[in-house]
């Protein structure tokens, strides 16, 4: 089977050279050896993932957040990584606490976040007041924060972090805890005659 999966979305999934790794590439390769499943690792960007699934390119996408906005369009196995989303901003800048900002009525607060990622959507439904301006990916997102153009990207607490302190350091607030909190999983199609999500579950107990 053909599992799609993220080239560079450390430290869960990414690409080196033509071997897929990361953390969440070692349990779903201990996962398909248990069910059985022969599965080749394919290396997508993040906006093509969900497209290249519902297109019939790859059998199932590993790493994708298991959001209550998605489940109308995927199937997903049982959770496999904890995480979150998390606001990042510049050092000295004057962040407002997520309660205050869930309530406000109107806001000139600009933020980013990707649009293939499942943050767009909360960020519609629980912050509206914010503006909110899709980018393409992280690094997109990090500069739009840097050039001033947005004062937060709305980015994986996991994956924001480990890039902002790598390409970025000392610039960037760590965030403490994410404003949103999301498990990460295998999606496929719904409908999908392998069976192969059941057939993960059934393992997922014993790893």
Known sequence: MRIGYNSDFRPFTWQDGEEAHGDLINICRELFLKAEISAQFVALELMSGQLALQNGEIDALVGIAISPHRKD??????????TGGAWFVLMGTDWQDDLVLKGLQESQLAVTTPTGGP?????KADFPALNLTPCDDYNQALQLV?????????????????MVTTQYPGCFR??????????????????????MIDRIN???PGL
């Open 73 to 82: 369009r995927f199937l997903f196995s049982q959770p496999l990584i904890q």
């Open 119 to 123: 943050l767009l959507a909360e960020i």
């Open 146 to 162: 840097v050039e001033g153009t947005v004062q937060a990207a709305a980015l994986n607490i996991h994956v924001g972090t480990r």
């Open 174 to 195: 760590i965030p403490v805890a994410p404003f949103f909190h999301v498990a990460l999983g295998i999606a496929v199609l719904p409908g999908d005659q392998s069976g």
């Open 202 to 204: 059934c393992v997922m």
